[in-house]
């Protein structure tokens, strides 16, 4: 039975981690790279960076950031935002990073998620998904959140497996800062239906949470932000609660 992970993400704007609510209100939350390395200390099994703004000179200030974490990490990390070739990754990778994340311009341009499955294998290329609950189903939206789609994410997720996703990062809007608990319906259904890991992402606010969406949603692993910033629950905390809970998780 392969172990539950627990990996933190950071979101980075102009080098700096930050956070909001539902995608909204972004505050500071500190240096990537220090914050990268104390949860590698703590017992994280991964960490995510996703640069958040799109700018045009993104990729230079992401490869050198890139370089920096890997300096300072020793745990695999994934690194995502504004990715839209086989030359991108390339050159993510050449700094240091484990795997990479696509989103928007995967849902552009699907082909993308085959070539770059040839290129580098599929256990390299993560799916990033963001997807709104709304008219009694989930929704994929675009452009960190602000563009909305007629594709829901169940059938978008399936396509991208078949296309060489090896993983598929599932954030929920709705729950996303809430602190409410993850969504558990959606992770359910790509969990039990895609035969690849889902990350379960956006609304961790407790330990329970946790036990819920590896238990309940089978998901395959469970990513937040906000509670491992502000110190409001410490990895090592939640993996002994787990592991008490009968969570297979990794020490």
């Known amino acids: 039975m392969l172990t539950k992970r627990i990996i933190p993400c950071l979101d980075i704007k102009d080098g700096r981690t930050v956070k909001g609510v539902n995608f909204e209100n972004i505050r500071d939350a500190g240096d990537p790279i220090e914050l990268g390395a104390l949860y590698a200390q703590q017992g994280a099994d991964e960490l995510v960076f996703l640069d958040i703004t799109a700018t045009n000179e993104r990729r230079k200030t992401l490869s050198d950031l890139v370089s ?6 020793n745990i695999p990390f994934t690194v995502g935002g504004g990715i839209a070739s086989v030359e ?3 050159i993510l990778l050449q700094s240091g990073a484990d795997k990479i994340s696509v989103n ?5 341009r699907p082909e993308l998620l085959d070539e770059l499955s040839r290129e580098f294998g599929s256990q390299c290329v993560v799916l990033a998904i963001d997807t709104r609950f709304e008219n009694d189903d989930w929704y994929v ?7 909305k789609t007629a ?11 078949n296309r060489g996703a090896g993983e598929i ?5 709705n729950n996303d800062g809430t602190k409410k608990g993850f969504a558990l319906d959606i992770t359910a259904l790509l969990s039990q239906n895609l035969n690849v890991p889902v990350i379960a992402s956006g609304g961790a606010g407790t330990m329970e949470h946790f036990v819920e969406v590896f238990d309940k949603a089978q998901a395959d692993a ?7 910033h502000y110190k409001e629950i410490e990895i090592p905390a939640l993996k002994t609660y787990l592991y008490h809970k009968g969570v297979n998780i990794r020490f």
Do not use: P
């Open 88 to 90: 991108d990754v390339n």
């Open 169 to 173: 990062l599932l954030t929920s809007m």
């Open 141 to 147: 939206y675009l452009n960190g959140g602000r563009v």
């Open 68 to 73: 920096r974490i890997a300096r300072h990490v």
């Open 151 to 161: 594709i829901k994410a169940y059938d978008w997720a399936k396509e991208a497996v």
């Open 104 to 108: 928007t311009s995967a849902f552009k």
């Open 222 to 228: 469970a990513l937040a932000a906000s509670i491992f």
